[in-house]
């Protein structure tokens, strides 16, 4: 199916929302997880989000340039060319953007989109995020509050990061204490006076509550879920709404025990950021194709290897298949398998 319309996306979130899911957002690298992303989507009966980093961006571009602004476009255009044979429908977001990369990653991307939607087509992207975390809240929320009406204008949501995820992620860092891994009713109360709640713009919240980005082992990271309704009332008391008036994002999700998923999404997580896990089900996937085949791949003692075996499409599509089961089982986590259509 064709990529989400603004209204499509609209749509998708309010019903992760009414019907206590959430849609995984996968982060790719290339048109190979692209593949592998629709085929688990596809495979689950799952809508989903698809989504590019600065450092993805950068590698769509190639290695050897400095364009990331044009790799994210060209990402932007591959998945709406080849998600119109899919079952499914996506939409298209970019992730973590630090202060430091909106000259030359988010800004040249809201610059395209407005291009793109005064010629009459569609934008490039549903949604982008601004990641404030690393500057002061109160220069985060106006930046954030520059941002929105602009995306407003082009139908497409912000989402911005009110608390600081712990670890690592396309450069993306964060160390310090463990305080700051938990976002603060107070903190999230100064963005709702600054963003609205909706009639501003639409935005989706990534607040923390000890979410750390990367690998780690169930366990070793305090994750309080529990956190995330705490807010969600005390937005609500505060201004009269209904019950959970936030959309909120979850990142940093690997090693999360199922029970600490559910209890985020009952709690107003339309959206899980899923990319550690991924890139490991892919990258796994190669290695066994090659420990497997290993004189299949090398030109061992003046051999000539097996080109059945080393040929990209043939490790490729072990891959990509290995990849999508994964999203497969996140759509499983999170609930919005078997959704699509419905």
Known sequence: MPVATPEQYAEMLDKAKSNAFAYPAINVSSSS??????????????DGIIQVTTGGADFFAGQSVKNRAGGAIAFSRFVTEVAKAYPVTVALHTDHCPKN???????PLVAASEEEVAAGRPALFQSHMWDGSAVPLAENLEIAKELLPRLKALDIILEVEIGVVGGEEDGVSHEGSNEA?????????????????GEQGRYIA???????HGVYKPGNVKLRPELLGEIQAGIQARHGTGEKPLDLVFHGGSGSTDAEISEAVRNGVIKMNIDTDTQY??????AGSVLSSYDGFLKIDGEVGNKKVYDPRAW????????AA??????QQL????WSGR
């Open 181 to 197: 891994l938990y976002t603060t009713l107070g903190d999230v109360e100064q963005a709702v006076d600054a963003l609205g709640l």
């Open 281 to 286: 089900a892919y990258s796994r996937s190669v």
């Open 33 to 46: 997880t692209i593949n592998a992303v629709l085929q688990g989507l596809s495979e689950a009966g799952s």
């Open 326 to 331: 994964r999203v497969v089982e996140a759509t």
């Open 316 to 323: 490729g599509k072990a891959a990509e298949k290995a990849m």
């Open 101 to 107: 990369a909106l000259d030359d990653f988010l800004l």
């Open 206 to 212: 990534a607040l923390t509550f000890g979410n750390v």
């Open 335 to 338: 609930g919005s398998a078997g």
